[in-house]
């Protein structure tokens, strides 16, 4: 029903793109993919992760161009990049423009399921309704990010927003170790402190709810001795500003991974050590 962009991961055709580019296929729809030939194929889902807005799909068709996948732990701010995509349909466009920032917490998201909360890389390069899904690489060729999101002061022909120069990718780090889970099982996990939110509270930090399941029995965060009513207000030594702020840099890390939290109680502020576990999918 929409126009997206996407990327060849291999040369056996699994081709990687948003979540939100395929959701509506997922029920029911169909995909078509129009490689830079102008040939057309049919794809199937292999998998969808809602949490990273990621999915990976499948045409039949071998011998698929690949470009090579960079680190984007390395980018720095002022790079130059080139966003690659679809924007409003036209298709094989290219933009350039520099990284902005890094780790921008962004949360995105439709309306009709789970959002998606990512730890973004952040670009001037003109990003569009159509470029979802399409790589955004730098001054080597690599890429570095896959385009997602972007902010908009208002609207264009046909009710689309365009770009204000602030778009959003997601790191191609995360999005490789997503894309490898999706094709190896069709699912994917991501990083849990095994706590819920009060998405309420409008002070600064992450409150965790005080209502059932605040912090799961037996979880992470219950293990550290967190509790229910904390005050997340750090991790790692990087100050949390609100709860998308916390869950985008949860995410932003490994299952397995040991942060450090912050956080407040009656008063008190304390540090623990949380190891964090696999969602259940």
């Given at each position: 029903?929409?126009?997206?962009?996407?990327?060849?991961?291999?040369?056996?055709?699994y081709?990687?793109?948003n979540?939100?580019?395929?959701?509506?296929?997922?029920?029911?729809?169909?995909?078509?993919?129009?490689i830079?030939?102008?040939?057309k194929?049919?794809?199937?889902?292999?998998?969808?992760?809602?949490s990273?807005?990621?999915?990976?799909?499948?045409?039949?068709?071998?011998?698929?161009p690949?470009?090579?996948?960079?680190?984007?732990e390395?980018?720095?701010?002022?790079?130059?990049?080139?966003?690659?995509g679809?924007p409003?349909g036209?298709?094989?466009?290219?933009?350039?423009?520099?990284?902005?920032?890094?780790?921008?917490?962004?949360?995105?998201?439709?309306?009709?399921g789970?959002s998606?909360?990512?730890?973004?890389?952040?670009?001037?390069?003109?990003?569009?309704?159509?470029?979802?899904?399409?790589?955004?690489?730098d001054?080597?060729g690599?890429?570095?990010?896959?385009?997602?999101?972007?902010?908009?002061?208002?609207?264009?022909?046909?009710?689309?927003?365009?770009?204000?120069?602030?778009?959003?990718?997601?790191?191609?780090?995360?999005a490789?170790?997503?894309?490898?889970?999706?094709?190896k099982?069709?699912?994917?996990t991501?990083?849990?402190?095994?706590?819920?939110?009060?998405?309420?509270?409008?002070?600064?930090?992450?409150?965790?709810?005080?209502?059932?399941?605040?912090?799961?029995?037996?979880?992470?965060?219950?293990?550290?001795?967190?509790?229910?009513?904390?005050?997340?207000?750090?991790?790692?030594?990087?100050?949390?500003?609100?709860s998308?702020?916390?869950?985008?840099a949860i995410?932003?890390?490994?299952?397995?991974?040991?942060?450090?939290?912050?956080?407040?109680?009656?008063?008190?502020?304390?540090?623990?050590?949380?190891?964090?576990?696999?969602?259940?999918?």
């Open positions: 029903s929409g126009t997206g962009s996407g990327f060849f991961l291999s040369n056996d055709g081709v990687l793109t979540n939100h580019v395929v959701e509506a296929a997922a029920n029911g729809g169909s995909i078509t993919v129009a830079s030939t102008g040939k194929y049919s794809a199937k889902i292999v998998g969808r992760d809602a990273y807005d990621l999915a990976v799909i499948k045409i039949d068709v071998t011998g698929a690949t470009l090579q996948l960079g680190d984007s390395k980018v720095q701010v002022g790079d130059a990049v080139i966003a690659f679809s409003l036209l298709a094989g466009t290219v933009t350039s423009g520099i990284i902005s920032a890094k780790n921008r917490p962004v949360t995105t998201g439709t309306g009709s789970e998606s909360f990512i730890n973004a890389l952040q670009t001037d390069a003109a990003i569009n309704p159509g470029n979802s899904g399409g790589p955004l690489v001054a080597t690599a890429i570095v990010g896959i385009n997602s999101a972007i902010a908009s002061l208002g609207s264009s022909a046909g009710g689309q927003s365009g770009s204000i120069g602030l778009g959003f990718a997601i790191p191609i780090n995360q490789k170790k997503t894309a490898e889970q999706l094709i099982t069709g699912s994917a991501y990083p849990i402190m095994g706590i819920a939110v009060d998405t309420r509270y409008t002070g600064n930090g992450a409150l965790i709810s005080t209502e059932a399941n605040g912090v799961i029995s037996g979880g992470p965060a219950d293990k550290a001795g967190i509790k229910a009513g904390d005050l997340i207000i750090a991790i790692d030594g990087v100050e949390i500003a609100s998308d702020e916390l869950i985008v995410r932003s890390h490994n299952v397995g991974d040991k942060v450090k939290i912050k956080f407040t109680r009656n008063t008190v502020t304390r540090e623990v050590s949380v190891i964090l576990a696999a969602s259940k999918k």
